[in-house]
């Protein structure tokens, strides 16, 4: 090992790593600068207005390197009634601007690499202010993704005859011969399903979704099986299946309002099938139809759109979202037949391609969870191919889209045991995961996407998105030899570290400190890790995913005591969202890789709500089997600290006083030093129990500082497999020294060390 040092800074070391995301999303607090930023003064009315949790973010922010061009811009809201004047400068210092009634913008030319400003100059009925201006840099790099003006796309869409929801015939005709099991494997299914009966009926959402779900899937199996075969027989299966799904009332058990995502669906089939069947279909069925979707899409539309342009003010809607999404795919199939169909297309796909995934930046990353990261992105995988087909708008040109294999990758590789972070992220979800995995990568192919999609299997090769998705470029499915094995997601504040991502045999540690905090389906665990080893899940994010805000749900799986974090004071932690609440929010604040080792940093302070002055967390991976953890803790008055970690099975005392945790033939051994005495425990019950089947037993431990203090400063190692060997530690005046795996690691407030060892 070479006796290169890697110091870590605890304040702005990241800035121009964090800068694509924009902090003022999801939060009241400007973003914040690094040293070579504009600084926005108390006159930017950008940072002044008052912002609620789910408010539009500042994009791009100041001093963001971009590598799409142009970007997508936006900025809070003013209110009804405002209007902007959107200016931007270019490198050689001419000026071109728009006036606009929305706080987004698509600009309509992509911009030649240099440094760029954007400002905007609002007008209310009371007041005119002007923004700073924000510099950012087009990176020589970035691909082009320009939204043609609604002109074009509404000319685009009502010039293409129907069925415009596929490929051209040359290209359709191949992806079947491609997909030969796949179509057998669907008319088999097929041959064997009815028409759904009357609209479904319960006493809950989920039993209305879960009837609704099984007619709209026999549904789209009876239409893809037309489209494969032309035949008859299933052109008359589809069309009673079309029929008897009109025929369910747009304002009963499966209206917009009470069911919004069975409602979705349906709506999305009733599309497709008007689309895919309207040249056989007669006057009088395509009148049906027509009249049927001007009711549930335009529910849809008045949702997200219409009444001040809701998602364009609150994107951060993890349904809305994806609702605006459908609303734009209906539309680009409708128009020219359904007058309503053009106004829905001008308002809906240019803010849906400005506002693809509010949940990360250009880095591809999800902050909702990985559970999230598959099922949003797989829905919407088929709306997007039929933009591309119907008006050629790309959406995989976009950075979000071009980078979101790299974030599967990391976070999901092939062989992970679950998912990561938040809602549903204990579920394995095996055959969803193969089947969007691999259609994800075919629709915005590159070389770590095929080399992850190559990996995957378990799919249902029947399925819509397997049938329908693009057929493979001509790269080799191999492991890119340049592919580091650890990467940070900024946008996020997520940090993957593994032994080789290439190796399913891997050691993987995901660590979490997120600006998007406890927001819908994130949980209150910044600062929070999770530890794989040979595919075997040993220190996890505890709970079950029993349904959204469940008791469970709030009383314990989204707390931050269910996770590998810091609580106080008998389990107390970070904020957990509620409407109008605290957010939650963590940081990460340094983050170095390199071949023998990686280093990240996270500050969580301000999740605790005021509670805590210091909450810092340092990971420090050698690799391939030794972990570090450094916790640096302060607070206004003296807590009782608690190092919390989870495991599928009881953890045991070794004899040298270390936790040991084992599952699956995997094992972790766990030493935690300290100023003073502690104490461990471990219980395998929940503060609230999940709802539902009867689920596996887990295990929560807390190594319990004896004393109450103002600080604290906790550091843990942990060593994969138990090694024999023994490490030496040592206290020092600015922190602490550790001896371990042949190297030393020295950890104090803001900074990691590795070195050969004295």
């Known amino acids: ?362 880095d591809g990353g999800f902050a909702n969870g990985t559970a999230y990261a598959q099922w949003t992105t797989g829905d919407l995988l088929i709306p997007w191919s039929f933009l591309r087909w119907t008006v050629g708008v790309d959406v995989a040109q976009k950075a979000w889209v071009r980078n979101h294999a790299r974030f599967l990758a990391y976070f999901l590789p092939p062989g992970a045991p679950t998912g990561v972070f938040g809602d549903g992220a204990e579920q394995a979800l095996g055959e969803p995961r193969a089947r969007f995995g691999k259609a994800f990568v075919l629709f915005a192919p590159n070389a770590l996407g095929r080399w992850y999609g190559s990996r995957l299997h378990g799919e249902d090769p029947a399925r819509e998105h397997m049938l329908l998705a693009a057929l493979p470029d001509k790269g080799p499915p191999v492991f890119p030899a340049d592919t580091p094995n650890a990467a940070l997601f900024p946008s996020i504040g997520w940090v993957a570290m593994h032994s080789n991502l290439a190796d399913p045999a891997r050691t993987s540690i995901y660590f979490k400190s997120s600006p998007y905090g406890s927001y819908n389906h994130s949980h209150a665990d910044q600062n929070g890790f999770v530890l794989v080893v040979r595919g075997q899940p040993l220190l996890i994010d505890s709970g079950w995913y029993d349904d959204y805000a469940t008791p469970h749900w709030r009383q314990w799986y989204k707390q931050t005591r269910a996770h590998n974090a810091i609580t106080f004071d008998g389990g107390r932690g970070q904020a957990v969202f509620e409407e109008g609440g605290e957010l939650g929010r963590g940081r990460i604040t340094a983050f170095v890789a390199t071949a023998d080792y990686a280093i990240a940093a996270g500050d969580a302070a301000a999740a605790y709500g005021g509670a805590l002055d210091v909450a810092e967390r340092t990971l420090v991976y050698l690799r391939p089997s030794t972990l570090v953890v450094h916790d640096r803790l302060s607070s206004p008055t003296p807590r009782r600290w608690e190092w919390n970690l989870h495991a599928l099975e009881q953890m045991e005392v070794e004899s040298n006083g270390e936790i040991s945790l084992a599952h699956g033939g995997a094992k972790v051994c766990v030493a935690l030093l300290g100023d003073g005495p502690t104490t461990f425990s471990q219980r395998d019950a929940f503060a609230a129990p999940p709802s539902g089947d009867a689920h596996a037993r887990q295990w929560h431990g807390s190594f319990v500082v004896a004393e109450p203090s103002a600080e604290a400063e906790l550091v843990a190692v942990l060593r994969v497999g138990c090694p024999a060997t023994p490490f030496a530690s040592r206290r020092t005046d600015t922190g602490w020294e550790i001896e371990v795996a042949g190297r030393r690691v020295t950890v104090s407030a803001g900074r990691a060390l590795v070195q050969p060892p004295a």
Request: glycine share 8%.
């Open 1 to 362: 090992m070479t006796k290169r040092l890697a110091t870590l800074f605890a304040h702005g070391r990241l800035a121009a790593l964090l800068a694509p995301l924009g902090l003022a999303v999801l939060s009241s607090t400007p973003a914040q600068s690094s040293s070579t930023e504009l600084r926005s003064g108390p006159a930017d009315w950008m940072t002044a207005v008052p912002l609620q949790q789910s408010s539009a973010g500042i994009r791009p922010a100041d001093g963001a390197e971009v590598e799409q061009t142009p970007p997508d811009f936006s900025w809070p809201a003013l209110g009804p009634g405002a209007s902007y004047r959107f200016v931007l400068r270019y490198p050689d210092g001419s000026e071109q601007s728009r006036t606009v009634g929305a706080n987004w913008l698509n600009w309509h030319e992509a911009l030649p690499p240099g440094e760029y400003t954007w400002q905007v100059h609002a007008v209310t009925e009371h007041s005119r202010a002007s923004s700073a201006a924000r510099r950012f840099r087009v990176r020589v790099e970035a691909v082009p993704f320009v939204v043609p003006d609604p002109n074009t796309l509404v000319s685009r869409a009502s010039g293409k005859p129907h069925p415009r929801g596929l490929p051209d015939a040359k290209v359709l005709a191949a992806m079947l011969a491609a997909r030969g099991d796949g179509v057998q494997r669907l008319l088999h299914q097929v041959a064997g399903t009815q028409s759904p009966g009357n609209e479904p009926t319960g006493d809950t959402v989920a039993d209305i979704e879960r009837q609704a779900y099984a007619a709209i899937d026999g549904a789209m199996a009876a239409l893809l099986a037309y489209v494969a075969t032309d035949d008859e027989a299933h052109y008359n299966r589809a069309l009673e299946h079309t029929l008897a799904l009109a025929a369910w009332n747009p304002h009963g058990t499966t209206s917009y309002a009470r069911a919004d995502q069975a409602a979705r669906g349906i709506a999305a089939v009733l599309v497709v099938a008007y689309d895919w069947l309207f040249p056989r279909l007669d006057a009088a069925q395509r009148e049906r139809l027509l009249a049927v979707l001007e009711t549930r899409v335009g529910d849809m539309y008045r949702d997200v759109v219409g009444g001040g342009a809701r998602l364009a003010v609150h994107p951060y809607d993890s349904h809305g979202n994806q609702t605006l999404t459908y609303v734009a795919m209906a539309a680009t199939l409708l128009a020219g037949d359904l007058p309503a169909a053009e106004q829905w297309l001008r308002d809906t796909l240019p803010l849906t391609l400005n506002w693809l995934s509010p949940w990360g930046g250009e």
